[in-house]
Nanobody, 127 residues
Framework: QVQLVESGGGSVQAGGSLRLSCAAS????????MGWFRQAPGKEREGVAV?????????WYADSVKGRFTISQDNAKNTLYLQMNSLKPEDTAMYYC???????????????????WGQGTQVTVSS
């Protein structure tokens, strides 16, 4: 059974930094992509950053976080990270880790393209 457990959320002031972690266990052979999504109150869940973890290399970032957020992984620890710098109040949301094993000829950025989800970690940025 795949389990994804996020950590690292918290409350920071605008301009601050946080690093989210997603510890993965029970990952079956062939996970091809992992990503971070977020959902603010009253809004739909949106993709933030995606990392291809299979044979293909590639990353994707939402325009709103480009240049500020960095997605990475530690294969030895089965952990996905999201380094978030220069945080803004509009980054406030619940952040979710997601994983999927299906291989596609594009980088999956929609929540419907992911089978496995964590419970989320809250990020609150105050002005």
């Amino acid at each position: 059974q795949v389990q994804l457990v996020e950590s690292g959320g918290g409350s920071v002031q605008a301009g601050g930094s946080l690093r989210l972690s997603c510890a993965a266990s029970g990952i079956p052979y062939g996970i091809s992509s992992m990503g971070w999504f977020r959902q603010a109150p009253g809004k739909e869940r949106e993709g933030v950053a995606v990392l291809l973890t299979g044979g293909s290399a590639g990353t994707w970032y939402a325009d709103s976080v480009k240049g500020r957020f960095t997605i990475s992984q530690d294969n030895a620890k089965n952990t996905l990270y999201l380094q978030m710098n220069s945080l803004k109040p509009e980054d406030t949301a619940m952040y979710y880790c997601a994983a999927d094993y299906r291989t596609r000829p594009w980088i999956p950025t929609m929540q419907s393209e992911y089978n496995y989800w964590g419970q989320g970690t809250q990020v609150t940025v105050s002005s």
